[in-house]
T-cell receptor, first 118, second 115 residues
Framework: GAVVSQHPSRVICKSGTSVKIECRSL??????MFWYRQFPKQSLMLMAT?????????EQGVEKDKFLINHASLTLSTLTVTSAHPEDSSFYIC??????????????FGPGTRLTVT | AQSVTQLDSQVPVFEEAPVELRCNYS??????LFWYVQYPNQGLQLLLK??????LVESINGFEAEFNKSQTSFHLRKPSVHISDTAEYFC?????????????FGQGTILTVHP
């Protein structure tokens, strides 16, 4: 199968601090990963597309200086929420695109990271 | 640009009853279609997908969905639900173009199966 992990699963931080979330594809290489956020009782909103070895592509309205994305290897992408504020509290989910065997349009999702900013 | 509309935010149903979760999409290009399921505090799991070929696709746990191009729909059905099917279900589309397979999600439908 295609397994994606995220770490940490939950994090509580104080306002003004930065938090890093890791997303790993465990049994496949992913040149493309995606970062989503999900507010309670709402759908997933794409924040950015992370491409290995290049700059991330951010969706309209997402602050690239606040949500730093680094996709340094084919199995790891990180999202850093800088100077976090309570309104950044959310459920962050990553996904990785499995391009093996013609499955290029399938995304496999991590279990999510619950961020709470106090 | 694409959009996805899930017409029902919540669907309550009794165990062993049939269920249909509705999904309509809008796109100017050909699309791939997906249904994902999300259990509480977990990420999304792929339930089934339509990429090409037969318009009726099935999952291993009894769900099926039919791609209807003329009605731009991809409704999810199960003839007999179980308590364990209680979850939130998301319909999503991805275009055939060069957007690296970006997914656009519907608002989600919470399926609650009562005993």
């Amino acid at each position: 199968g295609a397994v994606v992990s995220q770490h940490p699963s939950r994090v509580i931080c104080k306002s003004g601090t930065s938090v890093k979330i890791e997303c790993r594809s465990l049994d496949f290489q992913a040149t493309t990963m995606f970062w989503y956020r999900q507010f309670p009782k709402q759908s997933l909103m794409l924040m950015a597309t992370s491409n290995e070895g290049s700059k991330a592509t951010y969706e309209q309205g997402v602050e690239k200086d606040k949500f730093l994305i680094n996709h340094a290897s084919l199995t790891l992408s990180t999202l850093t929420v800088t100077s976090a504020h309570p309104e950044d509290s959310s459920f962050y989910i990553c996904s990785a695109r499995d391009q093996r065997g013609g499955r290029g349009y399938e995304q496999y999702f991590g279990p999510g990271t619950r961020l709470t900013v106090t | 640009a694409q959009s996805v509309t899930q017409l029902d935010s919540q669907v309550p149903v009794f165990e062993e009853a049939p269920v249909e979760l509705r999904c309509n999409y809008s796109s100017s290009v050909s699309v791939y279609l997906f249904w994902y399921v999300q259990y509480p505090n977990q990420g999304l799991q792929l339930l089934l997908k339509y990429l090409s070929g037969s318009t009726l696709v099935e999952s291993i746990n009894g769900f099926e969905a039919e791609f209807n191009k003329s009605q731009t729909s991809f409704h999810l059905r199960k003839p007999s639900v179980h308590i364990s099917d209680t979850a939130e279900y998301f319909c999503a589309v991805s275009d055939h173009g060069t957007s690296y397979g970006k997914l656009t999600f519907g608002q989600g439908t919470i399926l609650t199966v009562h005993p």
